[in-house]
């Protein structure tokens, strides 16, 4: 899609909507952008720079890193594989003891403690 399509439709949305304020949406739009993995580096950096200051956030359960901007009730979120800009540390370990699906019983697991240093992504954001 070509970029200044898309722009000049959201101009002509957001000209619409003054016209029509009766119609205007009761809260905002979440627009999502998703970087492949072998272009994140370089993309995340860049676009941490250019968002001068965002919100970073992570999802354990997809593994997705993403930095997110709000324009007054809009927010951009700008997602990636997280092991793509970040690094895993294992830092520990601990036992647990987690119940078994299906059979209905218990079992005792050494489970990693983990951090993730994203420092280089965050680093352009301010440099």
Same mark, same amino acid.
């Given at each position: ?60 359960? %997809? /593994?997705?890193?993403?930095?997110? !901007? #709000? ?9 990636? *594989?997280? &092991?793509? $800009?970040?690094?895993?540390?294992? %830092? /520990?370990?601990?036992?647990?003891? !987690? #119940? ?9 697991? *050494?489970? &990693?403690? $983990? ?13």
């Amino acid at each position: 899609m070509n970029t200044s399509h898309y722009t000049d439709g959201l101009r002509e949305l957001a000209d619409w909507l003054d016209a029509h304020p009766e119609w205007t949406p009761v809260s905002g739009q979440l627009v999502c952008m998703y970087v492949l993995p072998e272009t994140a580096p370089e993309a995340m950096a860049r676009a941490a720079r250019d968002m001068g200051s965002a919100e970073k956030s992570y999802n354990d359960s %997809t /593994g997705l890193f993403g930095l997110e !901007k #709000s324009f007054g009730p809009h927010r951009l979120h700008i997602l990636t *594989e997280r &092991e793509a $800009v970040c690094t895993r540390v294992v %830092t /520990g370990s601990h036992v647990e003891t !987690k #119940s078994v699906p299906v059979t209905f019983t218990m079992e005792t697991v *050494e489970v &990693e403690d $983990v951090e993730w240093i994203c420092e280089p992504i965050l680093r352009a954001a301010v440099g």
